[in-house]
């Protein structure tokens, strides 16, 4: 049996195939966490009947939304509870954990009974479904931000995070194939409003059971898991508050990139349907080229954060997109050209991805081992839970009120508060702490 001297450095003795296998297994099961997620974002066109009475379509599009918000609620506290238990029992097994509850909660939307079958049931099982899944994702984004962080090695940890996002996008671009599939091959229009939004949840419980192999051959890479001094006090909400400047910044830095982040990728369909008069394949074919054109930023982002340092990126997202929110969503509501909405997006989603390809790394930089998966994870899920996971409602919500323009502002005034933390922050590539 290996001392625990040699278990302390099993991080930093991976080799260059075994990072890449941690990588990959990493990443797989984050690709499925977000994949499930986005699913019912990519597919709430076809099923919002199915759970809501008939009707207003705004209005099944905001019961669908609300339920989408509501998921989002409760992921601070898997970012709580899943956090400490990546922070006392190691990364490897609460990653093994989200997988596997986000799987349960698939698989319980798949097999879901309709409003019509079982009436105001329909969307209360949805909603704890949806309660599930968030619990799940909340663990999942600090968990996997501090793996991937910690199995990188130095001077390329902004390359290797990069693939949470990468991931995490893929995961959201795998949804909208599978739904382009269903829409132009599989299926008719009438079989997918009946019960072809099934088989997406099929799909996604299916994936998850070949992330859980992978994750269960993932190398440890946390040394509190190995070190019952550290292990008494890692974890803990007192210890949380010994750094609270640092879970501060970590908020202040999400707040503006997760509003930016889910207006252009999952509230971009909806959209493009229901604002710029796109049809719902033409909307469904303009996401997954967006999002493949974001999944190829990340890794060039992250590398050139290797280079130049993690703050020169996050200021160019917060001064472009305080500048060009307003007048770019503005044009693309008037946008009746697919190659026009392309480009809108496009370079929009540019801007995103200098604060999404770093945005792991720079929340792991901040804080020690101990504390650094519920660091990363509850500041981030309290965050996202509030702006991120409304945005959808937020954006329906000043439509239905005739004042669309509103949500512009909104996001810009999101964008505007991050950019005075990234002003103010110290540069985290110089003063990671992840080789304390």
Known sequence: ??????????????????????????????????????????????????????????????????????????????????????????????????????????????????????????????????????????????????????????????????????????GQLLASAVLLVLQRVLLTPQQLDAWGWRVAFVVGAACALVALELRRRLPETSTVAL???????????GLLLRHRREALVVAGLTLGGTVAFYTYTTYMQTFLVNTAGFSRPQSTILSAATLLFAILLQPLMGTLSDRVGRRPLLMAFGIVGVLGTVPLLSTLAHVHSASAAFALIAAALTAVACYTSISPVV??????????????????????????GSANYVALWFKSTGHESFFYWYVTLCIGCSLTVYAGMRETLRTSRIDD
């Open 1 to 170: 049996m290996a001392s625990v001297h040699e278990k302390l450095h099993i991080a930093s003795r991976l080799s260059a195939r075994e990072r890449w296998l941690a990588i990959c297994g990493g990443a797989a099961g984050n690709l499925v966490e977000w994949y499930d997620w986005y699913a019912y974002s990519s597919f709430s066109l076809y099923f919002a009947h199915a759970f809501f009475p008939s009707g207003d379509r705004t209005a099944e599009l905001l019961g669908t939304s609300g339920i989408f918000a509501v998921g989002f609620l409760v992921r601070p506290l898997g970012g709580w509870l899943l956090g400490r238990y990546a922070d006392r029992s190691g990364r490897k097994a609460a990653l093994t954990l989200s997988v596997l509850m986000m799987c349960l909660g698939s698989l319980a939307i798949a097999v879901m009974p309709t409003y019509e079958s079982i009436g105001v049931a329909a969307p209360m099982l949805l909603t704890l479904a949806r309660l599930m899944q968030g619990f799940s994702l909340g663990g999942e984004y600090g968990t996997s931000s501090t793996y991937l962080s910690e199995a990188a090695p130095p001077g390329r940890r902004g390359f290797y995070s990069s693939f949470q996002y990468v991931t995490l996008i893929g």
């Open 227 to 237: 070190d019952p001094a550290r292990r008494q006090e890692a974890g803990g909400l």
């Open 363 to 388: 929340k792991a930089e901040l804080f020690p081992a101990e504390i650094r998966a519920l660091g990363v994870g509850l500041p981030y899920a309290l965050t996202v839970g509030v702006f991120g």
